[in-house]
């Protein structure tokens, strides 16, 4: 059974290994304000999800990443449910991700009730990439 935990700031090492993207400085201040959470497997760190709010308010997914030595054994899902379930409890009505239109994790998403709700394109030099699919999920209906 999977153990989903908020991160603490001896998690860094673990973090910085997965999640690249962001500095230590932005990572403690994440772990202050509860947005981060780590799944355990058999007491190691397996993945990690990533959260803040849209628009100042409702709760966005920025990044949900499993060690690819962990995938396949329901951790993503773990910490969906969680992450959805905390979100609930304070009050939260609806919850957001996105993902590449290329991505795999799109089906993920899709599988726990996310659906497609728009797109934007990127198309600066350096940072071009696929169509951005935003995804929704109405917390208010238990599937």
């Not at 603490?8 to 999640?19: A, C, E, G, N, Y």
């Not at 932005?26 to 990690?48: S, T």
């Not at 409890?89 to 239109?101: F, I, K, R, V």
Request: net charge neutral; hydrophobic share 40%; charged share 25%.
């Amino acid at each position: 059974m999977p153990n989903i935990r908020s991160a603490t700031p001896v998690d860094w090492p673990f973090w910085h290994s997965l999640d690249g993207r962001i500095s230590r400085e932005l990572f403690l201040r994440k772990v202050e304000a509860g947005e981060c959470y780590i799944v355990e497997w058999n007491g190691a760190p397996g993945g990690l999800l990533r959260w803040n709010r849209f628009w100042d308010e409702v709760p966005f997914c920025t990044l949900l990443y499993i060690d690819e030595k962990r995938r396949g054994q329901g951790l993503g899902r773990a910490l969906v449910a969680r992450w959805e379930a905390d979100m609930r409890a304070l009050g939260h009505g609806m919850a957001m991700t996105s993902t590449q239109s290329d991505e795999d994790a799109r089906h993920f998403w899709r599988a726990l009730g996310y659906r497609n709700t728009g797109s934007f394109d990127i198309d600066v030099p350096g940072y071009a990439q696929p169509p951005e699919l935003i995804m929704l999920k109405d917390l208010r209906v238990e599937r």
